[in-house]
């Protein structure tokens, strides 16, 4: 037998086959993370790109900084600390600065978990406040996209003299990549703004690795350009999470910069499809819930033939992810259903998990390896397993020998391009 170790959540779950049996490990390129993460850091801030200069700001005011929530890997304990001193070094005094937790449409976070994601010298020297899409008096109003999405935006954030989005460049599953104003322009809007905007899900163009002719990522960067987002400062992470660049400077010119150094970490050559791929979506907090390792199972699913199976080995400690997801899943017995009702009632964040996951689960069979109790995981209509070996020694029982096999150790960092 050959033993393999997937991460799953904060360490691994171990699974074997059968010595003649070949495998594909496919992961991301092994690029080594920075030596000195902080000069790299500091080397971006001092040499932004695009149009953005720190000595326009010397007279500013006040300065709002959009931090991700502790859904998001970012090295906040890394970015941040060298860019509360550049503001210093401007005269900008600390009291004028605040941390804003761009949450989406994500639970609020409580003051008591901001240790899980913020350095204890921030949390003791800058206020830190956390979104909250629903809290209407909270934001402000201005005006609509191109498309006719509204645009609601946090009133903190958008009133500072100077605003900056910290946050890291990865693909994304239907974004096309994160990174770049996406932290504020959807962590710290409303619901209404980023249910609007996420219905552009079924545009055959919103889809992963996308960025220029992506209608969904494109609308997120006018909703950034009317919010007035001065300064991104965005991590190029290697699987292992580590720093391997930095890009500063204007939102736009750090995206059109930082997606080839993403794409350097992420895609790997593809020769063909295969019959089964078990993945994981590269342990925590990439499997905090199943709201957030669907990504994973997106990049997986890319790889595997039309009636082939994927198995998702996701701690998911933090369960679903999404209630209003749960909730509109009650009664459904069918794909069928689920694109049905989600045609009827159009688009809402939370459902749209349903549409996602019926999307892929219609093509390919989806096998769930989670902490989730597996009624719950029925209702979604996933398939759970209790025991990740069994169920892969039952789908190898089922395939020829001739059958290929793939592992994803780092699905959500993994973009396939077949060759």
């Known amino acids: 037998m050959v033993e393999y170790d997937l991460p799953y959540g904060t360490g691994h779950v171990s699974i074997s086959f059968p010595s003649g049996h070949p495998v594909d490990v496919i992961s991301p390129p092994l690029i080594a993370g920075a030596e000195d993460a902080r000069l790299v850091v500091e080397t971006a801030l001092e040499n932004p790109v695009g149009n953005f200069h720190f000595e326009y ?29 550049k503001i210093a070094s401007l005269g900008i005094p600390r009291q004028s600065v605040q941390l804003i937790i761009a949450t989406g449409t994500h639970v609020p976070m409580r003051s008591a ?30 005006g609509y996209t191109q498309r006719g999405t509204p645009i609601l935006l946090n009133r903190r954030f958008y009133e500072a003299d100077l605003k900056i989005v910290i946050g890291d460049i990865e693909p994304h599953h239907f974004m096309g990549f994160s990174g770049g104003v996406k932290t504020a322009a959807i962590g710290l809007a409303s619901r209404q703004t980023i249910n609007q905007n996420h219905a552009l899900l079924s545009h055959p163009d919103a889809i992963t690795a996308h960025y220029a002719d992506n209608p969904m990522r494109q609308e997120v960067e006018e909703i950034g350009e009317k919010a007035g987002i001065h300064l991104a400062v965005n991590a190029i992470l290697n699987s292992q999470k580590q720093i391997v660049s930095v890009v500063a400077g204007d939102p736009r010119a750090v995206m059109l910069a930082g997606i080839p150094l993403c794409q350097e970490v992420c895609q790997v050559k593809v020769s063909g499809t295969y019959d089964l791929v078990i993945a994981s979506p590269g342990g925590h907090p990439k499997d905090i819930n199943f709201y957030q390792s669907q990504k994973g199972l997106t990049h997986a699913a890319l790889m595997v033939r039309d009636g082939g199976t994927v198995i998702l080995a996701a701690a998911c400690p933090e369960g679903i992810g999404s209630q209003d997801y749960i909730t509109w899943m009650s009664g459904m017995t069918s794909y069928g259903q689920v694109f049905s009702r989600f045609a009827q009632e159009g688009f809402r964040v939370g459902p749209h998990k349903a549409f996602q996951v019926a999307k892929i689960a219609s093509r390919v069979q989806v096998i769930l390896y989670s902490r989730v109790p597996p009624e719950q995981i029925v209702r979604l209509l996933i398939q759970p397993s209790t025991d990740l070996q069994t169920s892969i020694s039952k789908q190898l029982e089922s395939l020829p020998s001739s059958a290929r096999i793939a592992l994803l150790p780092k699905a959500v960092l993994t973009i396939p391009v077949f060759i």
Do not use: M
């Open 57 to 85: 700001f010397k007279a500013a005011r006040s300065v709002a900084i959009a931090v991700n929530d502790k859904t998001r890997p970012v090295p906040h304990e890394q970015l941040l600390p060298p860019l509360l001193e």
């Open 113 to 142: 978990e901001f240790e899980a994601i913020l350095p204890p010298a921030i949390l003791r020297e800058y206020t830190i406040v956390s979104h909250d899409c629903d809290d209407s008096g909270s934001l402000i109003d201005l």
